[in-house]
C-alpha cells in the first residue's frame, strides 16, 4: 500500500478522502451479500458501523489509515447485483486517507484509536463547501478538482453551482466549471489533508 492507496488502483489519488473504502464482516453476514459485492479495498472482522470520521485504523505493525466519511453506496453496486444498494442502505462501509503505507496481511491485527484526528461530514454538500472554503485568495480550482476532493464523483458536479451560490461571492468566485478558464494560479491542495500538525 502506498501513500495514495492500494498499489495499481487506478483510482488512487493524493487529492482523495477516498483513497481506500472499508468494509465490515458483518454487514456482509447481515446482508447475505456475496464476495466482493460492496466492492471493497480492505474488510475488517468488524462493523464499520461502529466507526467514526477522525477515527484512526492501524493494519498490521505498518499500515495507518484516516477514516473520512461513511461511503453513500452508488449504481455500480447495482450493475453488480440490482437491489443491493435498497438493501444495504447507509450501510456500506467507511473510507480513509493512507497515513502510512506499508504491507499488511489477513491474519494482521487491526487496532482503533478514536477521533485523533479531524471529521469529515458524510454530507457530500457540506465537504464540497468546506473544500470550497479552503482556496486561498487569488487561487483557483476547477470543478473536477474540487469534486475530487470532497470525495464525490464528477456527475456531481452539475450540483455544484447551486451548493456553491450558498457561500460568499469571494469563495464561490475562486470555482470555476473548467481549467482552461482558471482566471490565476490553481491551487493544488496539498496543504487541505496536511494532518501533521495532528499526527507525528
Known amino acids: 500500500m502506498t501513500r495514495y492507496g492500494i498499489v495499481g488502483d487506478r483510482h488512487a489519488s493524493v487529492h482523495s478522502p477516498r483513497q481506500l473504502l472499508i468494509a465490515g464482516n458483518a454487514g456482509y453476514e447481515q446482508f447475505g451479500l456475496p464476495e466482493a459485492a460492496l466492492r471493497e479495498n480492505v474488510r475488517i472482522d468488524f462493523s464499520t458501523a461502529e466507526l467514526h ?23 455500480l453496486l447495482e450493475r453488480r447485483r440490482p437491489g443491493t444498494v435498497k438493501l444495504i442502505g447507509r450501510n456500506r462501509g467507511i473510507q480513509a486517507r493512507v497515513l502510512r503505507g506499508g504491507a499488511f496481511g489477513v491474519k494482521d491485527e487491526v487496532l482503533l484509536s478514536r477521533a485523533y484526528l479531524p471529521a469529515m461530514s458524510d454530507d457530500w454538500q457540506v465537504r464540497v ?28 458536479c452539475r450540483a455544484f453551482p447551486k451548493i456553491l451560490s450558498s457561500l460568499p461571492t469571494e469563495v464561490s468566485s475562486r470555482i470555476v466549471s473548467a481549467a482552461s478558464s482558471l482566471p490565476g494560479p490553481r491551487w493544488n491542495g496539498a496543504d487541505f489533508f496536511d494532518v501533521s500538525h495532528d499526527f507525528g
Open 53 to 75: 470520521s477522525g477515527d484512526i485504523l492501524r493494519l498490521g505493525s505498518e499500515v495507518l489509515l484516516w477514516l473520512t466519511f461513511h461511503c453513500e453506496p452508488c449504481y
Open 129 to 156: 463547501r468546506g473544500v470550497a472554503s479552503a482556496v486561498p485568495p487569488g487561487q483557483y480550482i476547477h470543478y473536477r478538482q474540487l469534486a475530487e476532493m470532497a470525495g464525490v464523483v464528477t456527475a456531481y
